[in-house]
């Protein structure tokens, strides 16, 4: 079998194959085929890996476009996902820098994570006497972002990372914003949230794709939704992303469907609109705006109930 792999020497980028027999790959994990390629075809192949139990997050590679954690990753598994392929291709994770094969730089990431302030400032009633005691039910509010490994699987997958990276950070550090603004010990939530806000909060394209691809099963784009969630509860509501969350309730509230005429007025205002106008005529062109929208949608069928859930969300919310 081949493996294709993604190198890069510090100046040039290019693809190596090394072909491995059976039972070189067979019952073995990702991690151990390149082990095994670095053993016994090229010393100078270069990744990252330290503990091969799924806890360092040091051996995150992509596989056919899609990341995987290596030392998690069994060789049986992955050819099955692909139907059994005579070739697989392997590369460094997306939306990194690389610095050598399948290195990649983690320092601008490193750099985002400080911006958030990942470890909490405890509150005045507790004391190095006192302990710094939660409840289980608080505990469990965080307790699975804490095991997020730093792998960079879902900053390697996030579309809006890789459409321009300038205004926003990877979705990990959103979850670490998370779990620090939404501990019950921390003093102040602030301290965590507003970075989050100032550095893409709003930008997430809801894609899912950090979802998806979590080796822990971390949901990033929920903890996102989380944080918006506190912004909006504490007035944090500047902007065009707050404005668009609270037109798109109202839009279900109203008739249960999204107007695209209303959703644009209300997130952006008359005015920007108005600069948008060959955007909208486009949109219209390929019939995915109504212009007779404009005079209102007809209630969607079931749209009692769908108040109703709306309203028992918020009831839930509040207590
Ligand atoms: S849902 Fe948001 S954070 Fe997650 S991958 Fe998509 S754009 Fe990135
Ligand atoms: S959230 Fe999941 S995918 Fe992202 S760095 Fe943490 S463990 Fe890896
Ligand atoms: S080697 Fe540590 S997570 Fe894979």
């Given at each position: 079998m081949k493996f294709i792999i993604q190198r890069f020497d510090g100046n040039k980028q290019f693809e190596q194959t090394y072909e491995l027999e059976k039972s070189e790959y067979e019952g073995k994990t990702l991690l151990s085929v390149l082990l095994r390629i670095k053993q016994t075809r090229d010393i100078t192949l270069n990744f990252t890996a330290s503990c091969r139990s799924a806890i360092c997050g040091a051996c995150a590679v992509r596989v056919n476009g899609h990341s995987y954690l290596a030392c998690d990753t069994k060789m049986e598994e992955l050819l099955k996902e692909y139907d059994n392929p005579d070739t697989l291709k392997i590369a460094p994770i997306k939306n990194f820098r690389v610095i050598s094969d399948l290195v990649v730089d983690w320092e601008p990431s490193i750099e985002n994570l400080r911006k958030i302030k990942p470890t909490i400032v405890a509150k005045d009633e507790f004391s190095p006497e006192k302990g710094c005691k939660q409840t289980q039910e608080e505990f469990d509010r965080i307790s699975k972002q804490w095991?997020?490994?730093?792998?960079?699987c879902c900053a390697s997958e996030c579309n809006k990372l890789e459409a321009d990276a300038s205004d926003y950070m990877e979705p990990f550090v959103f979850t670490h914003a998370f779990r620090a603004a939404y501990d019950?010990?921390?003093?102040?939530?602030m301290i965590h949230l507003k970075p989050s806000i100032d550095n893409g909060l709003w930008m997430c394209v809801h894609c899912q794709e950090c979802a998806d691809r979590c080796p822990k099963g971390i949901s990033a784009a929920d903890d996102i939704a989380g944080l918006r969630v506190m912004a909006m509860r504490k007035g944090l509501k500047d902007g065009t992303g707050p404005a668009h969350a609270e037109a798109f309730l109202l839009d279900l509230e109203d008739t249960g469907r999204l107007n695209e005429i209303y959703l644009a007025l209300r997130s952006e205002g008359v005015l920007a609109n108005t600069a948008k106008m060959d955007i909208a005529f486009n949109l219209m062109k390929a019939g995915k705006m109504n212009p007779l929208h404009i005079l209102g949608d007809e209630k969607i069928e079931g749209h009692d109930d769908l108040v109703k859930m709306i309203e028992a969300a918020r009831a839930a919310s509040k207590e």
């Open positions: 095991d997020c490994i730093l792998c960079g019950s010990r921390s003093k102040d939530p």
